[in-house]
């Protein structure tokens, strides 16, 4: 059974960057058959999709947050991490870490359990 | 910018049924963007009910289904319980990995 778990630290300063890992278990990130992606979620608002990246290492993400973010891979680690810059309060979330899995289904069938992350000096 | 419209709250009387719907703030939902469905409730991460349109999640009782209603993509829960009360989520993708996700409908079972 896969399992994805977040882990970084739960408080960042405003200004700095936020530094989160997805730790995935029970299967393996080198598959031409997934992403995996970052998505999160504001206290009390909806999901929304950061970006996602690729087993080659090809990496998209969300217009609104493109110049912030960089996702990256570690296969050899089995893990994924994200990097958002310049936070403000309005990136305190919870984070969480998904597969999104392709060939003609296109969703997300694993989901780790979040972290939540706050940004406050 | 692509957005997704979901109803922001809904309530169905317990046994009764209910229809959800996913749209686009401009053109139409189809198969094409893959609408699938989420389910959450609090503090726990979302659970995924249908993908694809219309396929079931592994374990995922026949009282959800999935389907495109005119122009939107659509879950419908029939026999509505209390432990459906969460919050639905509908995803559209737009290829290569990226996703976009409406702003959720509120369920609740009274």
């Known amino acids: 059974q896969l399992q994805l778990q977040e882990s970084g630290p739960g408080l960042v300063k405003p200004s700095e960057t936020l530094p989160l890992t997805c730790t995935v278990s029970?299967?393996?990130?080198?598959?031409?058959?997934?992403?995996w992606v970052w998505i999160r979620q504001p206290p009390g608002k909806g999901l929304e999709w950061i970006g996602s990246?690729?087993?080659?290492?090809?990496?998209y993400y969300n217009p609104s947050l493109n110049s912030r973010v960089t996702i990256s891979l570690d296969t050899s680690k089995n893990q994924f991490s994200l990097k958002l810059s310049s936070v403000t309060a309005a990136d305190t979330a919870v984070y969480y870490c998904a597969r999104l899995q392709r060939d003609y289904r296109n969703f997300y069938d694993y989901w780790g359990q979040g972290t939540l992350v706050t940004v406050s000096s | 910018q692509t957005v997704v419209t979901q109803e922001p709250s809904f309530s169905v009387s317990p046994g009764g049924a209910v229809t959800l719907t996913c749209g686009l703030s401009s053109g139409s939902v189809s198969t094409s963007y893959y609408p699938s469905w989420y389910q959450q409730t609090p503090g726990q991460a979302p659970r995924t009910l249908i993908y694809?349109?219309?396929t079931r999640s592994s374990g995922v009782p026949d009282r959800f289904s999935g389907s495109i209603l005119g122009n939107k993509a659509a879950l419908t829960i029939t026999g509505a319980q209390a432990d459906d009360e969460s919050d639905y989520y509908c995803?559209?993708?737009?290829?290569?990995?990226?996703?976009?996700f409406g702003g959720g409908t509120k369920l609740t079972v009274l």
């Open positions: 995803v559209l993708y737009m290829g290569s990995g990226m996703s976009v």
């Open positions: 029970g299967g393996s990130m080198s598959s031409s058959t997934y992403y």
């Open positions: 990246i690729y087993y080659s290492g090809s990496s």
């Open positions: 694809s349109t219309n």
